[in-house]
């Protein structure tokens, strides 16, 4: 597993970079700040320590995926940031005729 490291850390250090375009950062900085990040969780020795980190990771998701449905609820047939194109699916539409 620490083989595949190297390759998360540019990775993930090249995320970072994206999300933060305009950040006087090189991108060997964001790689090492990445591995300064996963450093702490690398030390757990027990799947038990490990678990607690699946728990946030999966909270995290959910609260993603609610916020989508508020923003896509909030914004309507109309559209908005997402772009959606309600009109593209027939009212219409069953699942009998979807399949």
């Given at each position: 597993?620490?083989?595949?490291?190297?390759?998360?850390?540019?990775?993930s250090g090249g995320?970072?970079?994206?999300?933060?375009?305009?950040?006087?950062?090189?991108?060997?900085?964001?790689?090492?700040?990445?591995?300064?990040?996963?450093?702490?969780?690398?030390?757990?020795?027990?799947?038990?320590?490990?678990?607690?980190?699946?728990?946030?990771?999966?909270?995290?998701?959910?609260?993603?995926?609610?916020?989508?449905?508020?923003?896509?609820?909030?914004?309507?047939?109309?559209?908005?940031?997402?772009?959606?194109?309600?009109?593209?699916i027939s009212p219409d539409?069953?699942?009998?005729?979807?399949?």
């Amino acid at each position: 597993w620490y083989l595949l490291m190297p390759y998360y850390l540019v990775a993930s250090g090249g995320s970072l970079a994206v999300v933060a375009p305009d950040a006087p950062v090189c991108g060997y900085i964001w790689t090492l700040m990445m591995a300064i990040l996963i450093l702490p969780p690398m030390q757990f020795t027990t799947l038990t320590e490990v678990s607690l980190l699946c728990g946030a990771s999966t909270a995290a998701i959910i609260i993603v995926i609610f916020l989508i449905i508020v923003q896509l609820v909030m914004d309507g047939p109309e559209g908005g940031s997402f772009g959606a194109n309600w009109d593209a699916i027939s009212p219409d539409l069953t699942l009998s005729g979807f399949f």
